[in-house]
């Protein structure tokens, strides 16, 4: 991973393409003297709010007063808030996880899967990258995209301006054994990025104890959290909405006739309960997802169809609302749905049937499957918003790939 100065944002050099040196003033000897346009900074500022960050990147050796414009707070949130709600995903990209050949991540244009003919998929150059451990994308937020690799690394990264921090180790002192599940957010109301880590510690006949911990950038330690209401949990990362992550939980170890939604705020660190949809009668898989900034569920019935569940309004039953029901197609019971990853402009709903992507349309209930090259079978999938938040606090020591 390069330093703080480097501009760019991804190492496969076909995402680069030639810059028009008339865009630029010129720096040649014949001409070692320019001026940036005469216009106001309040309309050079809207513009650059507009422009992605790759260019914003090198736009910032155009001039002091650009690199202070592109640099401050405020400009850095209003360029984010701009890329985010944007329907039409420009500044939006997919994230993807491959476990064959090798370890790997990728990511894609969602527009482009969106809305183009075909895709390509780029290879990445994360932390510590390694093709012989396993890398986990634990969830995004504002650009920032928290990875683990193996069982022993946790990072804080933003592919697009080639910045990561490396968070000190969680894992609590083991006795028999345990598992772990992660999940990533924001506080909005202290502006700090949270990890909690659930870690599920097993005893003699089956007994387990759970033990939680939290991190903050800002504070760049973990925090032990009291008072878990929840049992075994189901999902492999919290889903974070509202300002609160989510896990599915079990009463017990090996049961799943039951569940719970359980949620811990990131605020004030306290723990709640997701009152849940009525469903439909049958055996399913539940699987929580985010679509559209709501919290959602999905139920896998016996791999042969799909019910989508959304909660419109945070925090009440009566706002379940099943949005949609889709056949599995081709070939029932040998795939399941992932959670919508996201709707297009068009209402269509873009996620993943086995390890494909598939764009279904509820209108007409069609569905078709981009065309992505670079492509094998993906593990996981995750949107993230181009941004230019950094995960280095200031006078932090930049780190360096190995």
């Not at 900034?293 to 169809?305: A, F, I, W």
């Amino acid at each position: 991973m390069e330093s703080e100065e480097d501009e760019s944002t991804h190492q496969n050099s076909k995402r680069s393409k030639p810059i028009n040196q008339s865009q630029f003033p010129s720096t040649s000897m014949q001409d070692s003297t320019f001026t940036t346009p005469n216009l106001p900074e309040e309309l050079i500022t809207e513009i650059l709010k507009r422009v992605p960050v790759k260019s914003l990147l090198q736009f910032r050796c155009v001039s002091k007063s650009w690199l202070g414009i592109i640099s401050s707070s405020d400009f850095v949130k209003t360029h984010l808030s701009l890329s985010a709600n944007d329907k039409e995903y420009k500044h939006h990209r997919l994230m993807l996880s491959f476990v064959q050949p090798e370890y790997n991540l990728k990511d894609c244009s969602l527009g482009s899967l969106l809305y183009g003919s075909v895709t390509e998929a780029f290879d990445l150059d994360y932390p510590m990258k390694n093709p012989v451990k396993s890398v986990w994308i634990v969830g995004s937020v504002n650009g920032l995209i928290c990875v683990a690799i193996e069982e022993n690394d946790l990072f804080i990264w933003n592919p697009s301006i080639r910045k990561f921090k490396r968070l000190p180790d969680s894992r609590p002192t083991l006795r028999c054994g345990y598992y772990f599940m992660y999940g990533f957010g924001y506080d909005e109301v202290h502006d700090d990025y949270k990890v909690v880590g659930i870690f599920c510690i097993f005893g003699a006949g089956g007994s387990y104890d759970v033990e939680v911990k939290i991190y903050g950038l800002k504070s760049d330690s973990w925090r032990n959290v009291d008072d878990f209401q929840g049992g075994v949990l189901l999902n492999d990362s919290g889903k974070f909405v509202k300002g609160k992550l989510h896990w599915a939980t079990t009463a017990r170890l090996g049961e799943y006739n039951g569940w719970d939604i359980i949620s811990i705020n990131l605020k004030d660190e306290k723990w709640g309960k997701i009152e849940q949809p009525c469903y439909e009668k049958g055996n399913f898989d539940f699987v929580l997802g985010v679509l559209e900034d709501n919290l959602s569920v999905l139920c896998n019935y016996n791999k042969t169809r799909a019910d989508v569940w959304v909660m419109k309004d945070y925090g009440v039953k009566d706002s379940w609302e099943k949005m949609y029901t889709i056949s599995c197609p081709n070939d029932p019971g040998k795939y399941m749905f992932s959670p919508p990853l996201c709707m297009s402009k068009k209402g269509e709903i873009l996620l993943v049937f086995g390890s494909i992507f598939m764009i279904y349309n509820p209108s007409d209930d069609s569905i078709r499957y981009p065309e992505v090259t670079n492509f094998d079978a993906c593990l996981e999938a995750e949107i993230y918003t181009e941004s230019l938040i950094s995960p280095i606090l200031q006078n932090e020591p930049i780190p360096q790939q190995q």
